[in-house]
């Protein structure tokens, strides 16, 4: 992606300098690993222990260090992560302004190893999520890393782009009420179909990556596509299920499979109308 001399974000709340104590993981992480090996290590019934984790992670107070300075390196990918975030406050201020409303903008927090939120303590360990109750997106960027040597992405900088417009894209399901609505419908549903809406909401917010990448195709680069639909094909349920527990168990997906998830993104990307994108008809 062209990035270098752009407009960078004045919303990023930079703390990987900060030594913190963040243990339990919380939020909807674009993968969910903790949750995955819970399942497999654990057993027994989801709900009961996402329920039992919300519960640890009340009363947690964050612990900080000293701080360090940044290494070039780290100050490099935090200069090209804020002016990525920078696009996707022009792209979506310009959607919202289109339907004649106003675009409130998330911060974005940039992280190492774990951090307190409002929505309770975060490891890294589940990647990047985001928190509806401070609009909050939060990234240890150290996970474009592991996506690349632990899942197969093909890597790149468009990689860490996707990762990140599909966690604003659950900020766009937050300020159009879709999160809230979704929670409601799971309420007395069974784990599966819990799980199939909460699928249809991962999905939809691929899709939002996707119109993101429509309205920003002047900054992109031959091969960033293909980067993203890599980085969406390696956090797909089967693919993180068949390299963490050996098997696909599809009542158990919570994001969608690979192909659904390439799919939805490029949907997005190639038609920029908000209105194709509804994931949740047939659920």
């Known amino acids: 992606m062209k990035w270098m001399g752009r407009r960078q974000s004045d919303n990023v709340d930079d703390r990987r300098g900060m030594s ?24 027994g019934d989801s709900g009961q222990i996402l329920s ?7 009363g947690q107070t964050q612990s900080s260090g000293p701080e360090r300075e940044l290494t070039e ?21 310009d959607i919202f302004n289109k339907q004649g409303e106003t675009y409130k903008k998330p911060t974005l927090v940039l992280f190492y190893d774990g951090v ?11 990647g ?5 109750a401070d609009e909050n997106v939060y990234i240890d960027l150290n996970f474009m890393k592991e996506l690349k040597t632990r899942f197969g992405a093909k890597g790149g900088d468009f990689a860490t782009v996707y990762v990140l417009a599909h966690e604003v894209g659950h900020h766009i399901q937050n300020l159009m009420g879709t999160s809230e609505q979704m929670q409601s419908e799971q309420q007395g549903r069974s784990e599966a179909e819990a799980n199939k809406l909460s699928v249809a909401l991962e999905l939809q917010a691929d899709f939002y990556a996707g119109v993101f ?16 639909m890599s980085a969406a094909n ?12 050996g098997k696909i168990v599809p009542d158990a997906f919570t994001h969608g499979t690979s192909a ?24």
């Open 20 to 43: 913190t104590g963040g243990k339990v993981v919380t939020g909807g992480g674009i993968i969910g690993v903790i949750f995955v090996i819970i399942q497999m290590f654990v057993g």
């Open 52 to 58: 039992q984790l919300q519960n640890q992670i009340q």
């Open 73 to 93: 390196e780290e100050k490099q990918e935090g200069a090209f992560i804020e002016t990525a975030f920078a696009d996707t406050e022009d792209v979506w201020s």
């Open 116 to 126: 307190q939120t409002e929505c309770g303590g975060a490891s890294s360990a589940v």
């Open 128 to 132: 990047p999520f985001y928190c509806p």
């Open 213 to 228: 990448a429509h309205y920003n195709k002047q900054y992109l680069e031959a091969g960033d596509i293909e980067e993203a």
């Open 234 to 245: 390696a956090v797909g349920d089967d693919a993180i299920q068949q390299k963490t527990q």
């Open 260 to 283: 659904q998830r390439m799919k939805w993104f490029m949907k997005g990307y190639e038609t920029g109308d908000l209105s194709q994108g509804d994931t949740f008809s047939g659920i």
